[in-house]
């Protein structure tokens, strides 16, 4: 056998392009060459996880650690994986330098602490690694070099990139030892004094640059060409394909997969407390495709069980709450769930064997699903990999939640992505410079890419200690002039390199390419020499280092918004509805248009696995405090509930009790003073409710009652009787025995609120007293929760002493606007809400309010009502043209 | 031992002065590895090393440059973070942190005192309440809702961190606080009054109640000019009304609510010069009542209680959550920028092994940029001079721009002196100016010469003031002509005859209009031209302006949603996520002008009759060859990351073709960037918050963006931006908006530092201390003047003062051939900076229909052109630029071409049996089974085998293959499985079958083979045995380590696919072979393979 032999050549391909096809011939690097060496000398065994190797170091260095002297104790106490981690880094790196780890009384400390180490290790404690194998290989060579046995390697010859002194550690020994042993060695070849020509097109974005490189290779030569696909190429393969030619793969693996997410996440999810957030996330993790493009992919889950669930958490973000136990009877795979999250793992009790029960539930789930093939397959291998490590620690030991997210994270592997395959192409590719192989022809080079290998850096002391003990460490200038050798060697095999350079990425600007310079400087030349994209470009024909392409600029596009309102469509009469909410209603009123879309054509959005947070929560959370307090205060024989306060405390408890069910985040840790802050305010506020409505002597009869009521509309197509549907927040009758309805708001904008008050246009209230079907009509008004103040007219209610709002002639106005809008929609006429107004308003905010006011005004004065919509922010405003990108 | 200081003024060639300084050290034998620089921002570190590199190699110096990368180079924050991390064992740290860029640090230090900050507010819920600090973390300002006073805690801490000031400290620091505020500000305590004060003013509303009701009565016989007065009294009553109800719940009502009142006493009735603060009823109904409120406020005791307290809680709190973030951060292995400074200057002074590594491992430090140095910055900066030999650091105290990021200018100052006294721990250094200018042409150098030794009076002239360089002179002919502008609009002036200052939204259309009239000229493009304002969203209204008038612009470009391909990749996400995502799918219909219902899915939908109609016109959307792309990536979903996800949809949607025909095709592909870069953030946030990476969670996060893609760079843009994010570029014409009014706050409240009374430069941290006064009663004059005139406040305003001057300096210098100040005639920032009067005499001053700029104490006025500019945009006057050349494709329209998709590499293992490969013959048994049935470990046991094998057995004597069969039991475990007696027998079976099989044949284990199919696919693989037969024929042998009972069928299954491929590729290496074998130790057999 011949081997090819550089520093920089493992992992490079042996097969040559076009060579047809050989055997006997290989190449590589010192990774490949010490494994060939394993094989021939019998010294294989079975590859062990990084993660294990961390576990047994971890094993070797906690009793050290016992010791406060032990150099590293600190470190070990505080973070033991990460610290076991680095430790076996440097070990490894010390070894990778030739050193033996003996014991020596003058080692600095940081080598002490690893001979320390290494000394408490019984034989097998600690499975080697690649720089072990490299000493086990040359020790097994000095042997049979000893003995003078022959032991025939099969190796003929191996040529050499590099002199073996500039090598590293025990390299310059082990070639030594194989010359020993009748292997051939030759080279280096002398450098050779070629530069081969040199074209850097500087781009500004990825895109510029991938349409440089595809269209070279788009435009095809005659000389040989090599990619040199140093930086990611998820971009240039797609242009690549978009042009029908094979993609490069050169794409990094990640853990950001959904495959790689699930142990991390089942376990987030399963230890208390339990983030809602997290369960979301697991229950809507997607693992699979569907079993076709059009189906629903799939999670860990069955779909309906997803459904329900999720359904359940997106109205109540918490566990055992009203809607989550009506999921639990709706679906009988959800108990399953309900069972691990419901005794879930304590936090501070995350022995390894709990871990690994818990694990292995999921392990069978991911065995049922597809029988762990494809994607799951990641998974399995990664829940298989934890238990692994975690059967190897002590199991009366509970990890911390960090360490274990490291145990998983090192198990994870790297995440392969399905964008990472090379497909065959007429050119060869590789990813490293010094990988390539020219052969005189061109190398298209994308991207810089490169990164300085961060080997472990020895201080000037411990490089004495390590040569004092027959170790051959290399300084960082060395490595890194060992890897720019190798590079300009590949590179300078061609007789042309045309870099492109893609100028920025993810919005970052590489660094600056060490390489690039070399050879911009080795002609002379600098950054100010480089072609910018728009220089390949003469008339219709794009030229690059001889190759040319013909384009053609296409016709300028013209984006216009849609049609002026209102739109005509033909009669619609099909479109009118059966029932109407509140909300319906207001946004019928307000914009015709967004109503035909939500609600006569059902055009939404699809539901997201974002639970509810923050305001929309809180406001939910507050509102069921109230509902509880009226449900256990209501006294039948008086009819509602007493003209009391509840005290303070129970109003406390009732937060306390339904914080876990429908706004369990606050009870996660870092929350508490955001609980306290949002507890103080809901239980004053929650109070100052009670205690107005007793000093009015309003007396609270009910929560969210649901009403249904049919309204009789006079449409010119003839009558039509609609459904108007809806709840109350609070209803409450005063000493007279008169009704009163009151809306409660979690917000922190009063002045809406009060201007819909005081022009009666607040069109909720209205609804709400004409559900009650009573004349006169009740009294009504607003609850602000967050501020604690009402919107009403009574004094004893709000001070502010307002008239009290037209409810019958809010009703008659809004019946109104309902009858014209739904007139306008069964002719064929949408109006487009708000851009009606806001058209040729102005940008300015006080233009904009002036078109509502004037358009509000009008309306008023023909007897109608305009609602102010805030949907400029919706995705139906992209459709209806408010706004929208016309440049 | 040397000390090189190098003062650098604004253009005067500091990068080159450095990296040549460096490559003259690395000439003089310095490694690149010895080299610890830090600059200021991740960019300059780049640059300064691929300058230095770049002088290395020009200088000859070829093998160090090799070596660049070598060398520490990065901020200051990357270089400790990369020392502390490094020496993390020595600190007693974790070596794997992440580390928290400031949003995150808020998030965690919010997380991390959520506790403290709970039990210690808790009881003092009123308190905070009356002093309005009880708000939400992140208040909604549009609201006017207060910062909670843990954002008081935070800060708080946060400079006792950077002023490495312990808990200890802080709580002591609690109590001087009040001592000082109360000596400046308030009276002896007196009676708290609130209880009367309140009953006064119920009395006097009810008086003012019954009043205005008289109006409404027809019959009060009242005069109409009365009725009204006492109506628009009945107006303002509610207000009144409420504030009482506020009161009344004194417990909780904020003390501002007092000053509602008191206003009134500074309004008309009180001797103000300002109108009615109600109205004249009201005003007067309660003016005694102000008066007193007034007088009397400060020295309610239980307001100074509550001052009192509230210093207290927050200091203490904040001490306390020291050691709850620190605990916090120290279990979720997190580290912040401070913690990375502080920690590397512990580290340094506490560690002498560390010490022992620094000076040995270093030999030179250069500090570039070294004026916006921080104290714990410099701390360290001394701490490491003392290690490493040879120090360069080059900065300019003219250009201390970030004194709100901790950096103190007077540091630079102090260390000048000391080196050149020579007296301290420093030794004495040298202190080199540089004269000379590179960037800028005479006209822009005669301005700052004008100017700055005026604003700057304590340098010593050479240090503000440069000429050019002989050099640069020469370069001048080539450069377009150079000189000085001044822009003013038109005058309009008040009834009182002053000057109307232009409006904020008139301002940038004038600049707009100015940058127009400079485009007019041939030889100025866009990219030449640079806008320096203040703030962001003055830089944000300039592009506005810019864009209105067709001129491109730098800055934050058009929010990713609110761009068309935004909003497709957007969709595109939604509906490749859900396909029941109806809007999303509407959306694209919309915005794809080539699918089919393009234009007409409104009507298409409308017309539908019912649900299942229009059921089937979403169908048909979702089945538009156009989105084929897009329903064939809904497959690949789950396997893909953010970053890819975007980057497919970018691809499934045809964007990058798309955009060639849109509107700004260079901008539209830095939103494409952004997105991807959005997709990055959101992953890294995600991580570092514990939270999901998903694709629905980027799809939340997507929906949240609110920001645009960043246009710096674009070319024949106009660069727009702020002063500070100014620094360090350069540009041929730089129009500086200058403020209409020079804006001093008064700094009476907050949490600050008050240095030690005499800086020692040596010890930049010595004596600081840490005080906080509550923003109470902001606007309460009484309180405010007096707190206003104390050292404190006056020194926070003296120091604002200069930075300001400082960041005129570094406005004023970046043009290398004109400035052009856009003003009102005059430069008010500046003239505040020379003189403390309330209306000082100009700098500087033009007029409309001048040419020239004059400048106070100087006889020459300064020659400049002078344009008066319209403050309305005119119409049809758009600016032309040509179409960009990248919208030119190479792509015919039409469909896609397919790709092949084939893989570049096949395993030959993967390629399928078939029969039609060959047929296998019947087994022969050469030896014993090793195993029965596969035992447990059998896929082991294979292992071992194929090792054992795999030696050249043949070459070997009995103890060599003993010996190696022991070995390789031991190393994959399966002693008990097989035992090394069973693995050599195996070897010795099979050997004396190749002996009586084929005899005198060479054995080659382990061949690398390789091969190119007839699709050009590239097999690269191992064969396990090649015989060579005496007269040159090869049988290829394959060992199997196959346990089960029907070998032939299994063979015929699983490997003859295998065998195939590896025959034809023998045959393309010329050694095709006459016989294949398959041998089977674990059972004990050999099979022969008949290829077909
Ligand atoms: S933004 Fe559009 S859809 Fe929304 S209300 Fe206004 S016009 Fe209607």
Aim: proline fraction near 7%; charged fraction near 25%.
């Amino acid at each position: 056998m011949q081997i090819d032999f550089g520093w920089a050549l493992d992992g490079s391909s042996w097969a040559d392009a076009g060579a047809g096809g050989s055997t006997g011939r290989l190449r590589c690097g010192p990774r490949g060459l010490v494994a060939l060496l394993q094989t021939r000398l019998g010294l294989t065994r079975p590859a062990v996880d990084q993660a294990v190797r961390i576990a047994q170091y971890l094993q070797l260095v906690e009793p050290c650690a016992a010791d406060p002297a032990f150099w590293p104790a600190r470190s070990v106490a505080l973070d033991p994986w990460s610290t076991a981690r680095q430790l076996l880094r440097w070990r490894d790196a010390a070894r990778e330098d030739g050193w033996s780890l003996a014991p020596d009384a003058a080692l600095p400390p940081r080598l002490a602490a690893l001979a320390m180490i290494e000394q408490r290790a019984r034989p097998g404690a600690l499975s080697p690694g690649a720089a072990d194998d490299l000493h086990e290989v040359v020790e097994e060579l000095e042997q049979l070099a000893a003995a003078g046995t022959p032991w025939p390697l099969g190796i003929t010859s191996i040529a050499l990139h590099e002199e073996p002194s500039a090598l590293p550690g025990r390299w310059p020994a082990l070639l030594g030892l194989l010359a020993g042993q009748g292997v051939e060695l030759t080279g280096p070849a002398p450098a050779s004094e070629h530069r081969p020509a040199l074209e850097v097109v500087q781009c500004r974005d990825e895109w510029t640059a991938a349409d440089v490189a595809a269209r070279f290779l788009a435009a095809g030569g005659t000389e040989p060409l090599t990619l040199l696909a140093a930086a990611d190429t998820d971009v240039l393969d797609r242009a690549l394909h978009r042009r029908g030619l094979p993609a490069t793969g050169h794409v990094a693996a990640s853990t950001d997969r959904a495959a790689h997410q699930v142990v991390g996440l089942f376990l987030d999810a399963v230890t208390a407390p339990v983030d809602v957030h997290q369960l979301a996330a697991l229950l809507d993790l997607r693992l699979l495709p569907g079993p076709d493009a059009d189906a629903a992919p799939r999670g860990l889950f069955p779909a309906r069980v997803r459904h329900a669930l999720l359904g359940a958490l997106t109205r109540e973000p918490g566990i055992g709450g009203p809607a989550w136990r009506a999921a639990l009877a709706a679906e009988e795979g959800a108990a399953e769930i309900d069972a691990l999250v419901s005794t879930p793992l304590r936090a501070e009790d995350l022995r390894p064997p709990v871990i690994a029960e818990r694990l292995e539930w999921l392990a069978r789930r991911l065995h049922g699903l597809a029988r762990g093939q494809g994607a799951v397959l990641a998974s399995v291998l990664h829940v298989q990999a934890v238990r692994g490590v975690l059967a190897m620690l002590d199991p009366g030991i509970p990890l911390s939640r960090r360490t274990l997210q490291q145990i998983i994270d090192e198990c994870g592997g790297s995440g392969r992505s399905p964008r990472a395959v090379a497909e065959v192409a007429p050119w060869s590719v590789t990813t490293g410079a010094a990988q390539v192989r020219a052969d005189g022809g061109t190398v298209l080079w994308l991207g810089p890419g490169e990164s300085a290998p961060s080997a472990p850096r020895w201080d000037p002391g411990e490089l004495r200690a390590l040569e004092a003990a027959g170790a051959r460490p290399a300084t960082p200038e060395h490595l890194a002039s060992l890897q720019v050798d190798a590079a300009l060697r590949g590179l300078g095999s061609a007789q042309r390199v045309v870099a492109v350079l893609p100028g920025r990425r993810l919005e970052q600007d590489p660094a600056p390419s060490a390489l690039l310079a070399l050879l911009e400087a080795s002609r002379g030349r600098d950054e100010s020499d480089r072609l910018a994209p728009q220089d390949l470009l003469s008339g219709s024909t794009w030229s690059l280092a001889g190759r040319t392409l013909a384009v053609r600029t296409p016709p300028r596009a013209e984006i216009a918004p849609p049609p002026e309102s209102p739109l005509s469509i033909g009669p619609a009469a099909h479109l009118l509805p059966e029932r109407l909410s509140f909300s319906q209603a207001s946004t019928l009123i307000s914009c015709p248009h967004h109503w035909v879309l939500q609600y006569a054509l059902g055009i939404r959005p699809a539901q997201v696995a974002a639970l509810p947070t923050g305001r929309p929560m809180i406001g939910t959370l507050v509102h069921a405090v109230v509902e509880q307090l009226v449900h256990e205060r209501v006294d039948e024989d008086l009819g509602g509930v007493p003209l009391t306060v509840p005290a303070a405390e129970r109003v406390g408890e009732v937060f306390d009790a339904l914080v876990p069910q429908l706004a369990s985040e606050l009870d996660l840790p870092g929350h508490s003073a955001e609980r306290g802050d949002i507890r103080a305010r809901a239980v004053r506020s929650v109070r100052e409710l009670f205690e107005r409505m007793a000093v009015a002597g309003l007396r609270i009869t009910g929560t969210e009652s649901g009403f249904s009521r049919p309204l009789a509309l006079d449409l010119a197509g003839g009558p039509r009787t609609v459904d108007v549907r809806g709840s109350r927040d609070l209803d409450a009758v005063d000493a007279s025995g008169r009704p009163a309805v009151i809306d409660l708001k979690w917000t922190s904008s009063r002045k809406g609120y009060d201007d819909l008050y005081d022009t009666s246009e607040a069109i909720q209230l209205a609804t709400y007293a004409w559900s009650l079907g009573v004349d006169p009509p009740p009294t009504v008004g607003y609850y602000l929760l967050k501020g604690a103040e009402f919107v009403a007219a009574d004094p004893a209610l709000d001070p502010r002493g307002r008239a009290p709002m037209d409810v019958e002639d809010s009703w008659r106005r809004m019946v109104a606007a309902i009858t014209t809008a739904l007139d306008d929609v069964a002719a064929g006429t949408v109006h487009v809400g708000c851009r009606e107004v806001l058209e040729g308003a102005g940008p300015t905010y006080d233009q904009q309010g002036r078109a509502w006011s004037g358009a509000r005004a009008t309306a008023r004065a023909e007897g109608g009502l305009v609602v102010r919509a805030y949907c400029g922010s919706s995705e139906y405003a992209q459709l209806c043209g408010l706004t929208g990108d016309w440049r | 031992m040397t000390f090189t200081l190098i003062n650098a003024s604004a253009g005067s060639g500091k990068t080159y002065t450095l990296t040549h300084r460096i490559a003259a050290e690395v000439r003089g034998g310095l490694q690149p590895s010895q080299l610890i620089a830090t600059t200021f921002t991740k960019k300059a570190a780049a640059e300064l090393s691929d300058r230095v590199r770049r002088t290395l190699l020009e200088e000859g110096l070829a093998e160090q440059a090799r070596a660049t990368d070598s060398a520490l180079i990065g901020t200051v924050n990357s270089v400790f973070g990369r020392l502390l991390q490094e020496f993390a064992l020595d600190a007693g740290i974790s070596p794997e942190v992440r580390t928290l860029d400031d949003e995150q640090q808020k998030s965690a230090f919010s997380a991390a005192i959520a506790e403290t900050a709970g039990i210690a507010g808790e009881p003092a819920r009123d308190l905070l309440a009356r002093t309005e600090v009880d708000g939400p973390e992140t208040p909604e300002q549009r609201y006017g809702e207060k910062p909670s006073w843990r954002q008081a805690v935070r800060v708080l801490a946060e400079s006792a961190r950077t002023n490495l000031l312990s808990a200890e400290q802080l709580r002591e620091a609690a109590a001087r606080s009040w001592e000082e505020l109360r000596a400046a500000g308030l009276p002896e305590p007196g009676e708290d009054r609130r209880g009367p004060w309140t009953e006064q003013l119920a009395g006097a509303l009810a008086g003012l109640r019954a009043e205005t009701a008289a109006a409404d009565d027809p019959h009060s016989g009242l005069a109409k000019g009365e009725v009204n007065a006492l109506r628009s009294a009945a107006k303002q009553l509610p207000v009144l009304e409420q504030l009482l109800r506020t009161l009344r719940g004194a417990e909780r009502a904020p003390w501002s609510a007092w000053t509602k009142i008191t206003k009134i006493a500074e309004g008309k009735l009180g001797g103000g010069d300002g109108g009615y603060t109600y109205v004249a009823k009201i005003d007067e109904a309660l003016i005694d009542l102000a008066l007193e409120v007034r007088e009397g406020l400060l020295a309610n005791p239980a307001l100074q209680e509550d001052l009192r307290a509230l210093i207290s809680l927050v200091m203490n709190t904040a001490a306390d959550s020291l050691d709850a973030y620190a605990r916090y951060k120290r279990e979720a292995g997190l580290i912040d920028f401070i913690d990375q400074e502080v920690g590397a200057l512990q580290l340094l002074r506490s560690s002498e092994r560390v010490r022992g590594v620094i000076r040995s491992r270093f030999r030179l430090l250069a500090v570039d940029e070294f004026q916006d140095t921080s104290p714990v910055q410099l701390a360290l900066f001394l701490e490491l001079s003392q290690l490493i030999e040879d120090k360069v650091w080059v900065g300019d105290p003219k250009q201390a721009i970030y004194a709100f990021r901790g950096a103190d200018p007077s540091l630079m100052r102090g260390i000048i002196e000391q080196l050149e006294a020579g007296d301290s721990v420093l030794g004495r250094g040298v202190i080199e100016d540089l004269r000379h200018s590179w960037r800028s042409q005479d006209d822009v150098l005669s301005l700052v010469t004008a100017i700055f030794p005026q604003i700057f009076p304590e340098l010593p002239r050479e240090r503000v003031v440069l000429e050019a360089a002989p050099a640069a002179r020469a370069g001048w002919a080539e450069r377009p002509r150079g000189g000085l502008e001044a822009w003013c609009t038109p005058v309009q002036l008040f009834k009182n005859g002053k000057r109307k200052p232009p409006t904020a939204a008139q301002r940038p259309v004038a600049v707009a209009d100015g940058i127009a009239e400079l485009l007019a000229d041939p030889d100025t493009g866009p990219g030449d031209i640079a806008v320096l304002v203040r703030t962001n969203d003055e830089a944000a209204a300039v592009a506005q302006a810019l864009a209105a008038r067709g001129i491109p612009a730098s800055g934050d470009g058009v929010p990713v949603l609110a761009a068309r391909e935004g909003r497709i990749v957007r969709a595109g996400l939604a509906v490749a996520l859900d396909r029941r995502d109806t809007l999303a799918l509407t959306e694209l219909v919309d915005l794809l002008d080539d699918h089919g219902a393009h234009g007409d899915w409104f009507a298409q939908l409308t017309a539908a009759a019912d649900r299942d109609d229009r059921e089937a016109v979403l169908e048909r959307w979702w089945r538009d060859p156009v989105l084929d792309e897009l329903r064939a990536l809904r497959e690949d979903c789950p396997e893909l990351t953010g970053v890819e996800m975007v980057t497919a949809l970018i691809d499934a949607l045809d964007l990058p073709e798309r955009i060639r025909s849109w509107s700004d095709p260079e901008q539209r592909l830095r939103t494409l960037d952004a997105l991807r870069a959005l997709a990055a953030e959101h992953a890294e946030q995600a991580r570092a918050a514990s939270a999901p990476v998903t694709l629905t969670s980027l799809r939340v996060a997507l929906d949240g963006a609110e920001r645009g893609p960043d246009l710096t760079d674009l070319p024949e843009t106009v660069w727009v931006g702020t002063m500070h994010s100014a620094k360090g570029l350069e540009f041929s014409r730089v129009v500086v908006l200058l403020d209409l009014k020079a804006a001093v706050r008064s700094q009476t409240a907050g949490s600050f530092i008050v240095p030690a009374p005499q800086l020692d430069v040596t010890a930049p941290l010595a004596g600081r201390e840490a005080r906080y006064w509550p923003p109470v009663l902001p606007t309460f004059a009484p309180l405010q003047e007096l707190l206003g005139a104390t050292e404190h406040a006056r020194r926070r305003t003296r120091i604002e003062r200069e930075e300001s001057g400082r960041l005129q300096y570094v406005a004023l210098t970046r043009a290398k051939d004109m400035t052009i100040l856009a003003g009102e005639g005059r430069a008010p920032v500046l003239d505040a900076l020379v003189s403390d009067a309330d209306e000082p005499p100009p700098l500087l001053s033009w007029d409309n229909d001048g040419s020239s700029i004059a400048v106070a104490g100087r006889d020459e006025p300064l020659p400049a052109r002078i344009r008066t500019l319209r403050t309305e945009a005119p119409e049809g006057e758009d600016y032309r630029f040509v179409a960009t050349p990248l919208a030119a494709t190479d792509l015919p329209p039409g469909p896609r071409p397919v790709a092949s998709g084939q893989a570049a590499r096949f395993q030959a293992s993967a390629v399928a049996s078939a029969d039609a490969h060959g047929i296998v013959g019947d087994p022969v048994r050469i030896g014993p089974a090793l195993v029965e049935h596969g035992g447990q470990h059998w896929e082991r046991v294979g292992e071992a085998v194929h090792a054992y094998l795999a030696l050249p057995l043949a070459a070997l004597d009995q103890d060599q293959r003993k010996r190696a069969a022991q070995r390789l039991v031991e190393r994959w475990s399966v002693t008990r499985a097989m035992g090394a007696e069973a693995l050599h027998g195996a070897g010795e079976a099979w050997l004396a079958h190749l002996e009586a099989a084929f005899p005198g044949a060479e054995q080659l284990t382990e061949q690398p083979i390789t091969w190119w199919n007839e699709d050009d696919q590239v097999m690269e693989g191992w064969i396990d045995t090649l015989l060579r037969l005496p007269d040159g024929q090869i049988v290829l042998v394959d060992h199997k380590s196959y346990p089960g009972q029907e070998p032939v069928e299994h063979v015929r299954r699983e490997y003859l696919g295998q065998m195939a491929t590896y025959a034809r590729a023998l045959a393309a290496a010329g050694r095709a072979p006459s016989r294949v074998l398959i041998h089977l130790p674990l059972r004990g057999e050999v099979l022969e393979v008949m290829l077909a």
